[in-house]
């Protein structure tokens, strides 16, 4: 009888609350600026990934302590629920979540998942953010003139580095995959179920998305 009565409502009566949306859009903000603005490796970039953090570990803080849609409990991580889900799309059923679907759900899990690594990496790599964001960075050079005395030791932390920096690159070039696909999912879920699965998540949005 619940299921019945979930694939009868036709829209969600609640918004997304404030710190989702924060959260949400702080982490797309960061993202563009470390892909886009910032140089690698520079001090904004290493501020930028602090700020990253700080907003992963609030979203993640919220889906503990937060209001019942917005914690983790709500959309657990499940296979079986992204199959059903895919089911519903097939068969053209049009259901609505209190929280994210179960596609949704792994999506959002994934791109933690990501996000928690690129910062770890960078963290390991770049150490506590500088006083300075804008000045040159002589740490680094003196760290390769200080290697170049002790080779032995230098070729143990530039062999380290190099992993760290390796997947560090990987889990950013999975991000950009998974944001792909997020955007794709949104507009597909959007035009297939009439709701307002953007207007949802932006400041003032009407409805909360499915």
């Known amino acids: 009888m619940a299921e019945h009565q979930t694939k009868q409502e036709t829209r969600p009566k609640r918004r997304w609350d404030p710190i989702v949306k924060l959260t949400h859009w702080g982490i797309m903000v960061a993202v563009i600026a470390n892909a886009l603005v910032t140089e690698e490796g520079s001090g904004w970039h290493i501020w930028a990934g602090y700020g990253l953090f700080a907003l992963l570990l609030l979203r993640v803080l919220w889906g503990l302590i937060g209001p019942p849609s917005a914690r983790f409990s709500s959309f657990p991580p499940s296979l079986t629920r992204a199959a059903g889900h895919l089911g519903y799309i097939r068969h053209g059923e ?24 690129i910062v770890a990496t960078g963290v390991a790599m770049s150490g506590p953010p500088p006083t300075n964001p804008g000045a040159a960075e002589p740490d680094r050079e003196y760290s390769a003139a200080v290697s170049s005395q002790y080779e032995e030791e230098g070729n143990e932390e530039n062999e380290s ?14 991000l950009y995959a998974l944001i792909a696909l997020h955007l794709l999912g949104v507009l597909f879920e959007t035009r297939r179920s009439g709701r307002e699965v953007i207007g949802a998540m932006l400041p003032g949005g009407n409805r909360k998305r499915s």
């Open 161 to 174: 580095e190099e992993v760290l920096e390796e997947v560090h690159e990987i889990a950013v070039d999975v």
């Open 94 to 117: 049009r259901i609505s979540h209190p929280s994210h679907n179960g596609l949704g759900a792994l999506m959002a899990y994934a791109v933690w998942a990501c996000l928690g690594v």
